[in-house]
């Protein structure tokens, strides 16, 4: 899908702000299918026929109208950090790749110095040249 190039922060965040509630919802799904295929593993049980006394534990067990219920809170955790990333993408900060100002002020007076070197050379290569004999 993305001719196997990697999108650099801007562009995933110009995605996610221009598709806030396709993503939203995309997220959700994700995260209930990775529940529901194990992905999201918190333990292993195993069968093997052995009869046990069990308790049922509340806190593994999730009836219907909870599941509603964290269903809703995660759309809500969802949309949440989505606000949160938007904010983090609004605030002002300095580009990490940049020249810091001092270096950059260096490289701006190199620069100028190199341009005043070059002329005086000509100047000079100029008055020789004229100097010269024939």
Not at 32 to 40: I, N, P, Q, V, Y
Not at 42 to 62: E, F, Q
Request: proline fraction near 4%; include cysteine.
């Amino acid at each position: 899908m993305a001719a196997n190039l990697h999108p650099d922060h801007d562009t995933i965040a110009t995605f996610r702000r221009a598709n806030r509630t396709a993503f939203e919802a995309a997220f959700l799904q994700v995260l209930l299918l990775a529940r529901e295929s194990g992905l999201l593993w918190l333990g292993m049980v195993a069968i093997d026929g052995t009869k046990l006394d069990a308790n049922a534990s509340k806190i593994r067990s999730v009836r219907y109208d909870r599941a509603k219920e964290l269903r809703a809170k995660l759309a809500a955790d969802i949309a949440a950090l989505t606000t949160r990333a938007e904010a983090a993408d609004a605030e002002a900060q300095p580009d990490p790749q940049a020249l810091p100002a001092e270096i950059a002020r260096h490289e701006a007076l190199k620069a100028k110095l190199d341009v005043a070197c070059a002329r005086l050379e000509e100047q000079a290569r100029a008055e020789a040249e004229a100097a010269r004999p024939e």
